[in-house]
């Protein structure tokens, strides 16, 4: 192999004249374990320069009130966390000093918590993390699901418009929002009956702010085996925190269409129907 050679002729070292594209060569080298076939390199830039950007530009109270919304004003700051650019400590201290009121920045402090409170969970769960913590809730068995993500997934191939967006996404940047990723952790563990492991690897191999803690916890948490129920969504919820970047027509998204209480029975089948609750908005 390549890096075998590389290697024998001394380290290789990153060079102050060379481009990105050189880098990205370079990073692959030193990467062997990567699939030959996934040739995409995020635009997204590093280093504490960019976090600095990134920790000036955040405005609580936007985000307190557009934070589920794909379009909302997200800090994409996840990468720089879970690299070690910057700490919980360094975005909770910028949170509260961009507000005069430290209620206003409850949403994102509150975000902030959750985030250690999966650390603190992954240094006692170790590899148990990858376990079913609890039992289903869904009515069907572990043995019920599919152990492996199929290529339609894998290649942003569904025919779902919207998951094939956010696949896509996935794959060309590294990121999605947290919003965009229930969404398809929904559609493959309950749409599709894949069991969550399959989607949090996965999420792994291509998120740039991918942790085990974070990740795994979230895709239990959608699958109801670290959570009192399965979440799920609808074609309409999709529709309303979308925004205008991604395809939610009905004719190209058919599937994710219909009530609540209509999915929760083609989804769960075995477990009693939902009584309707009207006026009841669902996020």
């Given at each position: ?91 909770r201290d910028r949170v ?130 670290f959570s009192h129920k ?54």
């Amino acid at each position: 192999m390549a890096i075998s050679s590389n290697i024998r002729r001394g380290p290789i070292r990153l060079t102050p004249d060379m481009d990105r594209a050189a880098i990205a060569a370079l990073a692959r080298t030193l990467s062997p374990h990567l699939r030959d076939d996934d040739r995409y390199v995020s635009e997204t830039r590093g280093g504490r320069a960019e976090a600095n950007v990134r920790l000036a530009a955040i405005d609580p109270v936007a985000y307190g009130r557009t934070r589920n919304h794909l379009d909302g004003a997200v800090t994409q700051l996840s990468s720089f966390i879970t690299h070690g650019v910057v700490s919980l400590p360094d975005v909770r201290d910028r949170v509260l000093g961009a507000v005069d009121d430290p209620a206003e920045a409850q949403k994102m402090v509150q975000q902030l918590a959750w985030r250690d409170y999966w650390q603190r969970l992954y240094r006692s769960l170790g590899a148990g993390i990858w376990d079913d913590l609890e039992p289903y809730k869904t009515g069907f068995e572990p043995s019920d699901y599919a152990d492996d993500l199929p290529d339609d997934i894998k290649n942003a191939q569904t025919g779902v418009a919207a998951m094939d967006h956010f696949i896509s996404e996935l794959l060309t940047t590294g990121w999605m929002h947290n919003h965009a990723r229930l969404y398809l952790a929904s559609y493959i563990c309950h749409f599709r009956r894949i069991k969550w492991q399959a989607g949090a690897r996965f999420f792994l191999t291509h998120l740039l702010d991918g942790d085990p803690a974070s990740n795994n916890l979230s895709w239990q948490w959608v699958a109801s085996t670290f959570s009192h129920k399965p979440y799920y969504f609808n074609l309409d919820n999709l529709q309303r925190f979308a925004g205008d970047n991604v395809d939610t027509a009905y004719h190209r998204n058919k599937l994710l269409s219909g009530s609540y209480e209509d999915l929760h029975l083609r989804l769960f089948p075995n477990l009693p129907p939902i009584v309707p609750q009207p006026n009841k908005a669902k996020t």
